[in-house]
């Protein structure tokens, strides 16, 4: 386990949990993160980070570079006990995950509390993902229910686990094997207060996920920057095959003809990426694809409208091609939209899959062909 | 919002259940309810197959074919041969 710095008794032995300070002993040298930790708190199984409610300018920094997708590989504290204001004997033990997001998200909504907090080796990830892909799960709370020796730590025997995490684990199983009670908490951090308040019942409306816009908004910059990488590449590769002529690569023809095709790809990306999660309850159908599919269309209505402006838009060809590949590659990307929802079936995205790569992959072959058909009329060979 | 139809997995046998209401409490989307001290579906259509009910269930009463949700990764599935994970989200 962690080691906490030594002279932690001196400074934050008993602060009331309103009036949090970090203080001399805030250890944040180690590598392996422990979020504004003030010190220890002295317990009869030794030594246990204490740490405070409040989020420092490097957890908000940190936020922002996870929603974008910039860090969201390797953001993580250490598994293991900590403890939130002053906790005692009595105190609530609540498991969450060990990705560093999740945790600060916690430990704010525990503010003016007294808890241990118990992460759980998720390998960084949060707990509704890392427990359906079996990191967070009825083994690791089992561990590290012995390895912390949380036993002599408290009491009485409940572990207040959130409801996402009953994906990975069994409840009874852990009882069973360690004598504790799993009991399943609200889904949202936000409402673990009135939870509690409420004698542990979380209300209707806490056990269920809703999927607003904000939520949705908030996974766009990640579905978003994910394609980028292969589309730069893409995109290089379509201004090449635009640019070249029988006399070499012209210049002026990448611009004329080929930025325009890029241009509108980007477009259909966005379309994929951002309006199909924004707009997902209004787009027509049950199906990821064809919602995406539907928006995807604006693009090759956007190439009409300009094709008086940029004449390659009005070669029949070309024209072909904006139909077919644009809207597939909105249809696929808000397909991948699935993933990240909260109301999505794994047989469903099969179903789609099974239908649409087919699809998918004909309508690729189909736009390479349109655009040799496009540079073989343009050098007039056909 | 509700996923495609007719293609859950999940399957309840009422003659093992004891009414422990387990499941109505991991569910996050309700598809168990109760009435005159039975579980009943209430809309198989409404069920992620996130697995919470079935993993919690002592009395093995729910069964549902759980896995990862996310095309790129059944794709990779596919193409690979291999069970879908997702090791990149």
Not at chain 1, 14 to 20: D, G, H
Not at chain 1, 159 to 165: A, E, K, N
Not at chain 2, 5 to 33: E, G, I, R, Y
Request: proline share 5%; with cysteine; aromatic share 10%.
């Amino acid at each position: 386990m962690k080691k906490s710095e030594g002279s932690g008794s001196e400074c934050c032995s008993t602060p009331s949990p309103n009036e949090q300070q970090p203080c001399s002993c805030s250890s944040e040298k180690t590598k392996e993160q422990q979020p504004s930790v003030l010190c220890s708190t002295d317990t009869v199984i030794g030594n246990i980070p204490k740490i405070s409610f409040k989020w420092s300018w490097a957890d908000r920094w940190g936020q922002i570079k996870c929603r974008i997708g910039s860090r969201r590989d390797d953001y993580k504290v250490t598994p293991g006990l900590y403890a939130i204001g002053t906790p005692d004997e009595n105190s609530d033990v609540f498991v969450t995950a060990n990705y560093k997001l999740t945790f600060d998200i916690l430990r704010k909504h525990l503010k003016g509390m007294n808890a241990w907090i118990l992460a759980l080796d998720s390998k960084g990830i949060n707990v509704w993902c890392a427990a359906g892909k079996g990191t967070f799960s009825t083994e690791e709370l089992i561990k590290q229910i012995k390895k912390t020796n949380i036993k002599n730590l408290v009491k009485h025997n409940k572990l207040i686990v959130p409801q996402l995490g009953a994906v990975g684990i069994s409840a009874h199983k852990v009882t069973e094997k360690t004598g504790f009670k799993v009991i399943y908490g609200p889904i949202k951090s936000a409402n673990i207060k009135s939870f509690v308040e409420n004698n542990y019942n979380a209300t209707e409306k806490m056990r269920k996920i809703e999927f607003p816009l904000i939520d949705r908004l908030l996974l766009v910059p990640v579905e978003f920057f994910q394609p980028w990488k292969k589309f730069l590449y893409l995109s290089a590769f379509t201004l090449l095959i635009f640019g070249l002529q029988p006399n070499g690569i012209i210049f002026s023809y990448i611009f004329k003809e080929g930025l325009p095709i890029v241009i509108l790809g980007a477009i259909s990306i966005v379309a994929g990426a951002v309006l199909v999660p924004a707009l997902l309850p209004i787009l027509p159908t049950r199906s990821f694809a064809i919602k995406g599919f539907t928006i995807g269309l604006i693009t090759p209505i956007l190439a009409l409208i300009f094709s008086g402006y940029i004449p390659v838009l009005s070669n029949v060809y070309i024209i072909i091609f904006c139909w077919i590949l644009y809207p597939m590659i909105s249809s696929y990307i808000g397909l991948q939209f699935t993933g990240a929802s909260t109301f999505t079936n794994m047989s469903g995205v099969k179903k789609e899959l099974k239908m649409g790569l087919p699809i998918y992959i004909l309508c690729v072959v189909l736009s390479i062909i349109l655009i040799i058909l496009f540079k073989l009329s343009a050098w007039r060979i056909l | 919002m509700i996923y495609l139809k007719n293609v859950a997995t999940l399957q309840f046998f009422s003659d093992k259940c004891t009414s422990c209401k387990m499941c109505m409490k991991v569910c996050p989307h309700k598809v168990f309810d109760i009435k005159e001290n039975k579980i009943y579906i209430t809309d198989k259509d409404k069920c992620m197959e996130c697995g919470a009910c079935m993993k919690n269930c002592k009395f093995d009463a729910i069964t549902v074919d759980t896995g990862v949700g996310c095309a790129e990764a059944l794709i990779r599935g596919i193409l690979t041969g291999k069970e879908a994970c997702c090791d990149n989200c």
